[in-house]
């Protein structure tokens, strides 16, 4: 009997949890489907439904909704900074994973405790770097700034190549075969589920900044920006009432890549984070 009621009382607090973690996505779905462009507090279902938000997303751009430069604009920071960081981490992963040097701890050590302190302190700083040497208002400066540091988050690749035994690459070295050779030939095969959990992470946080994308690109041109830039700029005090409902839109559109890819690579997403916890 007691089992019974706890197991009814845990997922009663889980379906109330999940309610509440739904409602302000079922609002923002339903509302880009609104043929009322303003904010609507007085039903939660919109009292007319329309396509035309959708519709001005990417068919009607005009001086405030620039979609699909933004889009193109974010889809081409996000995939360049995903391989440029997606190689970086990797490589900083074999390194501290499968070699041996002197300082090699150390140096781990010094990037874990780098890799805890907010980027936000140092953007200000990156900033004024990047101004000085003309990569502002520049997509090539967001891809480095992004890319940059991105190899240290090794730390959970590293632990998923901890468990690659360690024979194998012994052998390998027995043959003659170089440490090129046995990073690409046999740890990057084994590696697929943690390079997925890499690529994912290192997609998502070019797709979804704000906050370094509003410092870098700060022209007031607004073909330059991504999407989260233009997406907020909608909010504006001024603009909020006309275009509340695209704001919605673009929403539920800026969310589908991400979702498709995380179905699709769910399970090598799970494997990859399983993995990197254990430590051989």
Request: hydrophobic share 50%.
């Amino acid at each position: 009997m007691k089992k019974t009621v706890d197991f009814i009382i845990r997922h009663a607090v889980l379906l109330i949890l999940a309610v509440i973690w739904l409602i302000p996505i079922v609002w923002l779905v339903v509302t880009s489907f609104s043929g009322y462009r303003g904010i609507n507090t007085s039903h939660f279902f919109p009292e007319t439904w329309s396509l035309n938000n959708y519709r001005a997303l990417f068919l009607e751009p005009d001086s405030v909704v620039q979609y699909s430069a933004w889009f193109k604009n974010t889809f081409i920071i996000a995939i360049f900074t995903c391989i440029i960081s997606t190689i970086f981490v990797l490589m900083v992963s074999y390194t501290m994973s499968c070699m041996r040097f002197k300082g090699r701890k150390a140096l781990m050590s010094f990037g874990i405790i780098l890799n805890m302190f907010p980027g936000v302190l140092s953007m200000i700083a990156v900033y004024f770097v990047m101004k000085s040497i003309g990569l502002t208002n520049s997509h090539l400066g967001m891809i480095i700034v992004y890319s940059a540091a991105s190899g240290l988050g090794y730390l959970i690749t590293k632990g998923f190549m901890d468990t690659i035994s360690v024979s194998l690459r012994e052998a390998a070295r027995l043959e003659g075969a170089s440490e090129a050779t046995i990073f690409m030939r046999i740890i990057i095969p084994l590696s697929k589920p943690i390079i997925v959990y890499t690529v994912i992470n290192s997609f998502l946080v070019p797709w979804g900044d704000f906050v370094l994308a509003k410092l870098m690109l700060n022209s007031g041109i607004s073909t330059d920006w991504t999407i989260a830039i233009g997406l907020y700029n909608m909010l504006n005090k001024s603009l909020v009432n006309k275009y509340f409902s695209i704001f919605c839109a673009g929403g539920v559109i800026v969310s589908i890549p991400i979702s498709i890819l995380f179905v699709l690579m769910q399970k090598f997403y799970v494997e990859g984070v399983t993995g990197g916890s254990v430590k051989g």
